[in-house]
């Protein structure tokens, strides 16, 4: 397939998981659990944001420079430049909303970690013809060992989020480009992060997982991005963990990503 192709299949992913999982109602109940936490996570989050608007929008105000008119006939660069200051200022609110957004889904993920698991696991062993293998004992004996790959992961991606944020505080102006780069980082560790639990049952390292997204790149942006962006659609958000596991599964399921681990 071509690169657009590719970007379209990956976009596609997340509606072929929620179809999969209306095929398999005795996968409702399992996935209802990574719903509840998901609701509960997100609607903190989106709490305390609008509960701290104010001061979100001060903080990214005080990063930015302060224009000021002298003689009348210098507003003619004022005017503009206060226009994209105020442009910059509630960009820079709504990219951390965003991040926010995901933040709180991947916490969601991280307590669901052990039920996605299973979920996972039970998609895969469909998808393959292999018949539902994992019972309710597994849930229990690999909840450790799921959430603790799933807090590496959230982790992982968090320094990075950390180191941005940093970068974006001490370098003047870096914002413009850190603000980006954050949402790019996050579109590209989505898979990766959906795709996890597949992923860790094959005992796969980080190096193998780099060249698996590397790959199948466009298919990964597609994926990544379309993720990102029904993160950000509320309703939606709250139903898209088991729906979008689902859809990495299939991803792993599909491309067999062992096939290449060195």
């Not at 903190?44 to 302060?66: K, N, Q, R, Y």
């Not at 959430?147 to 950390?162: D, N």
């Amino acid at each position: 397939m071509g690169v657009v192709a590719r970007v379209n299949a990956g976009m596609r992913l997340a509606t072929e998981g929620f179809a999969f999982l209306r095929r398999q109602p005795r996968l409702w109940g399992l996935a209802s659990i990574p719903v509840l936490f998901a609701m509960l996570s997100v609607g903190g989050a989106g709490s305390a944001f609008w509960l701290h608007l104010d001061e979100i929008h001060a903080f990214f105000g005080a990063l930015l420079p302060t224009l000021e008119a002298g003689d009348w006939w210098t507003w003619l660069w004022v005017g503009p430049g206060k226009a994209l200051l105020f442009l910059a200022r509630w960009l820079a609110v709504l990219l951390s909303f965003a991040v926010t957004f995901v933040a709180a889904l991947l916490l969601a993920n991280l307590a669901s970690a052990p039920f996605l698991d299973v979920l996972s696991e039970r998609v895969e062993a469909i998808e393959l013809g292999r018949g539902a293998v994992a019972s309710e004992e597994g849930l229990l004996a690999g909840a450790l060992s799921s959430f603790v790959s799933e807090l590496g992961r959230v982790a992982f991606l968090a320094a990075i989020w950390l180191g941005l944020t940093l970068a974006g505080l001490v370098v003047p102006g870096a914002h413009f480009v850190t603000g980006p780069l954050l949402i790019a980082t996050t579109v590209a560790f989505l898979p990766l992060d959906y795709a996890g639990f597949a992923l860790d049952r094959r005992g796969l390292s980080f190096a193998d997982r780099r060249r698996w997204l590397k790959a199948h790149r466009p298919t990964m942006l597609g994926f990544g991005g379309i993720a990102f962006a029904a993160c950000m659609v509320p309703g939606l958000n709250l139903l898209l963990l088991p729906t979008l596991v689902t859809a990495g599964t299939l991803l792993v399921a599909r491309t067999d990503p062992s096939r290449g681990a060195s």
